[in-house]
Nanobody, 124 residues
């Protein structure tokens, strides 16, 4: 069992930055691939970024490449999403998720555990 808790969301102006954190419970965190997804109002949940269990492999959706960076600290059981040059279209509820097959996985249905989500709002 893994419990995920996101933090760091909020309201920011376009061009600004936020860093999301996702703290995980459980002793096997280091073996999980970790992903970030987002869901805008009226839209389906979509993949944003993923990092494999070692941190050596990362993937991003095209719209965030060069702006977002995913990282992890296995000693702290935490995964991060650094978001720079934010745009209004980045506004969404952001979810972190854990995938027991070590990652990296892009499809939401490959993930086993989900956080409750955190709001990110980017004003123009």
């Amino acid at each position: 069992q893994v419990v995920l808790v996101e933090s760091g969301g909020g309201l920011v102006q376009a061009g600004g930055s936020l860093r999301l954190s996702c703290a995980a419970s459980g002793r096997t965190f280091s073996r999980y691939g970790m992903g970030w997804f987002r869901q805008a109002p009226g839209k389906e949940r979509r993949f944003v970024a993923v990092i494999n269990w070692t941190g050596a492999r990362t993937y991003y959706t095209d719209s965030v490449k060069g702006r977002f960076t995913i990282s992890r600290d296995n000693a702290k059981n935490t995964v991060y999403l650094q978001m720079n040059n934010l745009k209004p279209e980045d506004t969404a509820v952001y979810y972190c998720a854990a995938e027991a097959a070590s990652g990296p996985a892009i499809a939401a249905n490959e993930y086993d555990y989900w956080g409750q989500g955190i709001q990110v709002t980017v004003s123009s």
